[in-house]
């Protein structure tokens, strides 16, 4: 044999050497998958829908149709599944999918999902959603109210009384002619101001703060801080007449069907 013809040769892992690589490499696969994984949480959370319960969500702007031209023609509702913290298309109206209904003046009216008040934005399917608002702030809000308080109608918290076009107490003031909240310049007109946080009108009179309880379509509950109704704009500060509207920011937290506190964790 010639040293090419050596060299040349194939050269086969002998049996024994064989077998033992075979029986390693399961073993070496395994250890490496291992030392990969992920650290398990030490206490996992509920999950409703992709949302956790507990756990505060912030939504900043969830955009709706309006026209500023046509101010009081009815635009076509918009829908909000707080579970999912998403946009429901409208083509899933008349479906348990979302727990919130945007309609009304401006779309600025809220409603919960339920079935059985022919009113309401999702008459006709399973949903079992309702609503309130309470003159309290987002944190001061711990027990959940009982059943008689909630409403099922189609619109039903919006313009605050104490606002122009005002229908009872609601999550925003609407300032006409920029004088009830307002300085009556031109740029303060036609403002709508958000009262989560509580509001100080011109004359000095003080509204408390407001925050929105929702039951799900699927019997959870949610609290709401209607934080604002302007593009990349959250403070009274920087709303003025020309602020891109309607684009909806603000916070809730979520909790399971039969709880009696709102906790967040």
């Known amino acids: 044999m010639t040293n090419t013809e050596k060299y040349m040769k194939p050269k ?7 077998i033992f690589l075979l029986a390693i490499i399961p073993f070496m696969i395994s250890a ?6 992920p650290t398990p949480e030490t206490a996992p959370e509920v999950i409703t829908g992709t949302v956790p319960f507990y756990k505060v969500q912030r939504v900043e702007n969830f955009a709706v149709e309006t026209d500023d031209a046509n101010p009081t023609v009815p635009k076509s509702a ?16 008349k479906t348990a999918r979302w727990d919130v209904g945007f309609n009304g003046l401006y779309n600025s009216f809220l409603s919960g999902n339920n079935g059985g008040n022919a009113t309401n934005l999702g008459y006709g399917a399973s949903g079992t959603g309702a609503i309130l608002i309470l003159e309290k702030s987002f944190d001061e809000v711990t027990d959940i109210p009982a059943e008689a308080q909630f409403k099922t109608g189609g619109t039903v918290v919006g313009t605050d009384k104490n606002g122009d076009f005002g229908e009872g ?12 909240v307002g300085d009556g310049s031109y740029e303060k007109e036609h403002v709508a101001y958000a009262i989560a946080d509580g509001l100080t009108l011109a004359n000095g009179t003080k509204l408390p703060a407001r925050t929105i309880v929702l039951r799900t379509a ?18 009274p500060a920087t709303w003025f007449r020309t602020t891109p509207h309607m684009f909806f920011t603000f916070e809730y937290v979520l909790v ?10």
């Open 12 to 18: 086969f892992i002998q049996p024994a050497k064989r």
């Open 32 to 37: 490496c998958a291992k030392s990969e994984d």
């Open 78 to 93: 918009a829908y909000y599944s707080l579970e999912n913290k998403m946009e429901i298309k409208a083509a899933f109206a």
């Open 169 to 180: 107490t609601g999550w925003y003031l609407y300032d006409f002619g920029g004088r009830t």
């Open 218 to 235: 699927n019997g959870n509950f949610a609290k709401i801080k209607m934080i604002s109704c302007y593009q990349n704009a959250f403070t």
């Open 256 to 265: 399971p069907k039969g709880s009696t506190k709102f906790e967040i964790k």
